[in-house]
């Protein structure tokens, strides 16, 4: 199972991107019975959790994204989104998704750059 990251980018402050990851080789259900989670990792800091959404679409946020980002999920097609609006310099980050444990396989991640 290994999720697949996509969608990052360059953008100024206060701009928006969406974020995508594709679960491979999962089946439905497997997908379906995972609180699935987006996290990210800036140059020379830990890796912390960002977002977290069950198969329901109960979701927990970070307090440094609350209200400015949404992640979401299409359980049919095993995919899970991050939209993030007004972003700013500090959310430039390497993004990935994986379960809230962080139980599966990590991809490699997509770029998030915001410039100032």
């Known amino acids: 199972v290994q999720p697949v990251e996509s969608g990052g980018g360059s953008v100024q402050e206060g701009g928006s991107l969406r974020v995508s990851c594709k679960v491979s080789g999962a089946i439905t259900s497997f997908f379906n019975s995972k609180i699935m989670a987006w996290y990210r990792q800036a140059p020379g800091k830990q890796r912390e959790l960002v977002a977290t959404i069950t198969r329901l679409s109960s979701t927990t946020y970070a307090d440094s994204v609350k209200g400015r980002f949404t992640i979401s999920r299409d359980n049919a097609w095993k995919k899970v989104y991050l939209q993030m609006d007004n972003l700013k310099p500090e959310d430039t980050a390497v993004y990935y998704c994986?379960?809230?444990?962080?139980?599966?396989?990590w991809g490699q991640g997509t770029q998030v750059t915001v410039s100032s």
């Open positions: 994986n379960d809230d444990s962080g139980q599966l396989s």
